[in-house]
């Protein structure tokens, strides 16, 4: 069975500093696909960014970018320039590309020190 | 606008009683989900429904049970069998291959 493991429970960062959330995973098979997510204390789930396995580029969305090592099946989250609103729980998640089966890690709450 | 709803928002259950959660998307996705969060524990998948008429157990599915009769809907039970049911839920949906999924706003669950 997949699992997926964030062994960081509560990070904190300067505002306008760089950050970065670890995330790995354990699966047998070759296909899947590889999320954050955050949420803030409306709890609402708001997707970060993506990256599928297949492709050896990593993703990047603005201020946010992973760092994507498939045979260490690492997938860690890097947050530039920090601000203020960044301050949530940050969620990795796996897609199998077999089942669509998807599970979370237990997240990371991130603090931003003004 | 396409979305999931979820209800109600908060749910209150006596002890030996079975309450059902309603989960409805208008996105015409074809895969459903339901997790459990408490806190420290991130998202548990409860089940999930690739396809109307099939689902699947997730890592939590003691003491729930859910149905998938249509493919707006995905409704979530939790029996009495289910001990410690206070917890916040979420229903999501999924489309296309490479999409992310879609979430409800939640459905928090407590004990009276």
């Known amino acids: 069975a997949q699992t997926v493991t964030q062994s960081q429970p509560e990070m904190s960062v300067q505002e306008a500093e760089t950050v970065t959330l670890s995330c790995t995973y354990d699966?047998?098979?070759?296909?899947?696909?590889l999320f954050w997510y955050k949420q803030p204390p409306s709890r609402q789930m708001i997707l970060v960014i993506r990256?599928?396995?297949?492709?050896?580029q990593n993703a990047t969305e603005n201020r946010f970018s992973v760092n994507f090592q498939k045979a260490a099946k690492s997938f860690s989250l890097k947050i530039s320039d920090s601000q203020l609103g960044d301050a949530a729980m940050y969620f990795c998640?796996?897609?199998?590309?077999?089942?669509?089966?998807?599970?979370f890690g237990k997240g990371t709450r991130l603090h931003i020190l003004p | 606008d396409g979305g999931i709803t979820q209800s109600p928002k908060y749910l209150f259950r006596k002890e030996g009683q079975n309450v059902t959660l309603s989960c409805e998307q208008n996105l015409n996705h074809d895969a459903m989900y339901w997790y459990r969060q408490d806190p420290g524990q991130g998202l548990r998948l409860i089940y999930y429904?690739?396809?109307?008429?099939?689902?699947q157990k997730g890592d939590i599915a003691e003491g729930y049970s859910v149905s998938r009769e249509k493919k707006e809907s995905f409704p979530l039970t939790v029996t009495s069998a289910q001990k410690n049911p206070t917890a916040f839920y979420l229903c999501?949906?999924?489309?296309?291959?490479?999409?992310?999924?879609?979430f409800g706003d939640g459905t928090r669950l407590s004990i009276l």
């Open positions: 998640a796996y897609r199998s590309g077999r089942d669509d089966k998807i599970i």
């Open positions: 429904s690739q396809i109307v008429n099939d689902f």
């Open positions: 990256q599928e396995a297949y492709k050896q």
């Open positions: 999501a949906s999924l489309g296309r291959v490479n999409q992310p999924q879609h």
């Open positions: 699966t047998s098979e070759s296909d899947y696909y």
